[in-house]
C-alpha cells in the first residue's frame, strides 16, 4: 500500500514554526489555533464545492447513458464539462425572491441550516490515515446526531414559505427522515458490536484484513436502503414529489437560497456514501492505490448505486414507504443486532 510518505510529521512541522513564529510576533495561541480551524474549514468547504459540481456532472452523464438523453452528451463543450459551472453561475445571477406572506427569517435561515450538519459532517470522515480534521471518540456518533439537525431545517423551510404545498412536502420530509432513522443507526450498531468503538479511525483499522460488508452484509444493504431514504432521493423522494407537490419544500426558493438546498442534496449523498465506506468497506485501505484514492473510488462506487438507482425506480406510494420502514426494515434491523450478539458471545 502506497502511504502519503511522513504527511503528519510535515503538518506537525508547519504548525510548529507557525506557532513559534506567532510567538516571536506576540500573537496569541488562541488566534493561531483560529485561524488553523478557519483554514481546515475552508479546505472542507472548498473540497465539497468541486464534489458537487462533478456530482452534478456525473448524475447528468449517468442519466444520458441509461435514458438514451442527447443533450447532457452534446451541450457544454466537451462531454458537457461546462453545465455545472454554467448552473453554478446562474445560481449566483438569479433573483432571490421572498415570498410576501412568509415568515422571511425562518425562510432565509432554513436555507442556510439544510447545509451546515453535511458540512460540519465532513469533518470527522477519515479519508486518509493522515487526513481527517477531527477524531472523535464518539464519531459516529456525533454524525448521527449533527444531521438530525437537517429535519429541523427541512420543516422550517416549508412553514416559512408559507405555502400548502411546501408544508405538505415538509411534513413528509420530517415523517419519513425520523422514521427511517431509526432503521439507520440499528444498521451500524453491529458494526459498534464488533468494534468495540465509536471511533471513526478505530473502525477503519479494524478492516484491515476483512471489510466488515462480509460480516454485516444485512446491516451494509439495511444502511444502503435507509440512507438513499434519508437524502429523499428516487424511490424515497415523497417530500419532493414533483408530480404532487411541485417541488416540496423549496417551492418557493430561487438563487442562492435554492442552491444550499441543490448543494446539501448532494453532500449528504456523498457524506452518506462516505460514512458506507468508512463503516462496511473499509475506508481508506486498500492495495497499491493510494489511499486516500481508494476512499474516493468506494464511496463514488455508492454513489453511482445512488444515482443509478434514481434513473431506474419508480417512486413509492406515501403508505408504503412508512410501512417498509416499519414493518420490514425495523424487524431485520432488530434481528441483525441480536444474531450479531449470539456470534459475539
Avoid at 95 to 115: G, Q, T, Y
Amino acid at each position: 500500500m502506497i502511504q502519503m510518505p511522513g504527511l503528519e510529521i510535515i503538518l506537525d512541522k508547519v504548525k510548529e514554526n507557525v506557532e513559534f513564529l506567532a510567538f516571536r510576533i506576540g500573537i496569541p495561541d488562541y488566534v493561531v489555533s483560529l485561524v488553523f480551524n478557519i483554514v481546515g474549514a475552508a479546505l472542507i468547504l472548498g473540497f465539497l464545492l468541486v464534489t458537487v459540481m462533478f456530482l452534478v456532472w456525473l448524475e447528468r452523464k449517468i442519466s444520458a447513458h441509461m435514458q438514451a438523453r442527447l443533450g447532457p452528451m452534446r451541450t457544454g463543450g466537451w462531454h458537457g464539462w461546462s453545465q455545472s459551472i454554467a448552473d453554478a453561475i446562474k445560481l449566483l445571477l438569479k433573483e432571490d425572491i421572498i415570498p410576501n406572506c412568509s415568515d422571511k427569517w425562518v425562510h432565509r435561515i432554513a436555507a442556510v441550516l439544510m447545509f451546515i450538519p453535511a458540512f460540519v459532517s465532513f469533518a470527522i470522515i477519515p479519508f486518509d490515515k493522515n487526513v481527517q480534521a477531527v477524531d472523535l471518540n464518539i464519531g459516529i456518533l456525533f454524525i448521527f446526531a449533527i444531521s438530525s439537525i437537517t429535519v429541523i431545517a427541512i420543516v422550517m423551510a416549508g412553514w416559512g414559505s408559507n405555502n400548502k404545498y411546501s408544508l405538505f412536502g415538509a411534513l413528509r420530509s420530517a415523517a419519513q427522515m425520523i422514521s427511517y432513522e431509526v432503521p439507520l443507526v440499528l444498521s451500524v450498531v453491529g458494526v459498534i458490536m464488533i468494534t468495540g468503538s465509536l471511533k471513526m479511525s478505530d473502525i477503519v483499522n479494524a478492516q484491515s484484513k476483512v471489510w466488515f460488508v462480509f460480516v454485516q452484509p444485512v446491516g451494509f444493504l439495511l444502511y444502503i436502503i435507509t440512507g438513499l431514504a434519508e437524502i429523499n432521493r428516487v424511490p424515497f423522494d415523497i417530500p419532493e414529489a414533483e408530480s404532487e407537490l411541485v417541488s416540496g419544500y423549496h417551492t418557493e426558493y430561487s438563487g442562492m437560497k435554492f442552491a444550499f438546498f441543490f448543494l446539501a442534496e448532494y453532500a449528504n449523498m456523498f457524506l452518506v456514501a462516505s460514512i458506507a465506506t468508512t463503516l462496511f468497506l473499509g475506508g481508506w485501505h486498500g492495495p497499491f492505490l493510494p489511499p486516500f484514492l481508494w476512499f474516493l473510488i468506494k464511496t463514488y462506487s455508492i454513489v453511482f448505486l445512488y444515482m443509478w438507482a434514481r434513473w431506474t425506480l419508480p417512486r413509492l406510494r406515501v403508505d408504503r414507504l412508512m410501512d417498509f420502514g416499519w414493518k420490514i426494515l425495523m424487524p431485520i434491523a432488530f434481528l441483525n443486532i441480536i444474531i450479531t450478539a449470539i456470534i459475539i458471545l
